[in-house]
């Protein structure tokens, strides 16, 4: 069973950075697609970017620029980084990958992230 754990989320002041990090546990993780996805209040989860297991990383248009996202397979963790925070950022933050063979996807519990003006 795949779990995954995200945290490194906070309440931030607007144009600061944070690094989020989700830790995947119960299969090989570099056998693994991730990507993040966040979900403000009131509105649907949205996707931020994607890595696939050979490390080629996709980006939302509104996510070029600000966020990056990165793995590293000896610690089973993929991260998300983003600058220059804004307020429209808050939101709570998803790690989430999909096993294809098993047809099934896996989110993690989330982490807040509250940026102040």
């Known amino acids: 069973q795949v779990r995954l754990v995200e945290s490194g989320g906070g309440l931030v002041q607007a144009g600061e950075s944070l690094r989020l990090s989700c830790a995947a546990s119960?299969?090989?993780?570099?056998?693994?697609?991730m990507a993040w996805y966040r979900q403000a209040p009131g509105k649907p989860r949205e996707l931020i970017a994607d890595i696939s297991r050979e490390g080629r990383s996709d980006y939302e248009h509104f996510a070029k620029g600000r966020f990056t996202i990165s793995s590293d397979d000896d610690k089973n963790t993929v991260y998300l980084r983003i600058n220059s925070l804004k307020p429209e950022d808050t939101a709570v933050y998803y790690c989430?990958?999909?096993?294809?063979?098993?047809?099934?996807?896996?989110w993690g519990q989330g982490t807040q992230v509250t940026v102040s003006s």
């Open positions: 119960g299969i090989g993780f570099s056998n693994l697609d």
């Open positions: 989430y990958t999909y096993l294809p063979a098993d047809l099934k996807a896996f």
